[in-house]
Structures are given as structure tokens and as C-alpha cells.
């Protein structure tokens, strides 16, 4: 049987872009669980916002717009202010639409 690995996050910051749903509410709630603060962000916050109210004051939901520069920079301060510094960045957001024909 394998072993759960443990590993100790706490006083670190991390953003997950992609946040709202399937592999980033998952991988923000292990990340909150090994003590990381956690910023989700994403274009639809109701997943994320969701996971906010459970988990409490180290994780933030910010709305983001990873195409837009002025988003992402806008983000990055706010996140930066809110917990002092940023340390990891999983940039999770992906946008799935149609397949162009070559």
C-alpha cells in the first residue's frame, strides 16, 4: 500500500490560476491543507468563492482574466498585499473550444 506524502507549506503563498473547478479546487485544497495561504483566481469565481467560505481567511478568490495583462497584474498586487508575498505559481488555467482544421 502507498504512503501519503506530507509536506509542510505553511507561511507560503501560492495562486492557482484555473481555480474554480476540477484540478485547481483540488490541488487548492491540498495546498490549504499542508498550510499554504491560497489565491484562486479565475474568470468564473462561484467554485472558488465556494471553497472560501469552507476554508476561511488563508484562501482568497480574486476574478482574473489570464489573457489580460492588467488583470493578471492587478491579481498579483492584490495578492501580494493581502499575504505579504507570493512564492508558487500553478498556472492551471485552460480554455477548452473548438478544434481548428489543419
Do not use: C
Given at each position: ?41 479565475d ?56 478544434v481548428?482544421?489543419?
Open positions: 500500500m502507498a504512503t501519503a506524502l506530507a509536506y509542510d507549506f505553511k507561511g507560503r503563498v501560492a495562486i492557482i490560476t484555473g481555480g474554480s473547478g476540477g484540478l485547481g479546487l483540488a490541488m487548492a485544497e491540498r495546498l490549504w491543507g499542508a498550510g499554504a495561504s491560497v489565491a484562486l483566481w474568470a468564473n469565481t462561484a467554485g472558488a468563492q465556494a471553497l472560501a467560505d469552507r476554508l476561511g481567511d488563508r484562501l482568497m478568490v480574486r476574478q482574473v482574466d489570464v489573457t489580460s495583462e492588467a488583470s493578471v497584474q492587478d491579481a498579483a498586487l492584490a495578492t501580494a498585499q493581502r499575504f505579504g508575498h507570493i512564492d508558487t505559481l500553478v498556472n492551471n488555467a485552460g480554455i477548452l473550444g473548438p481548428a482544421n489543419t
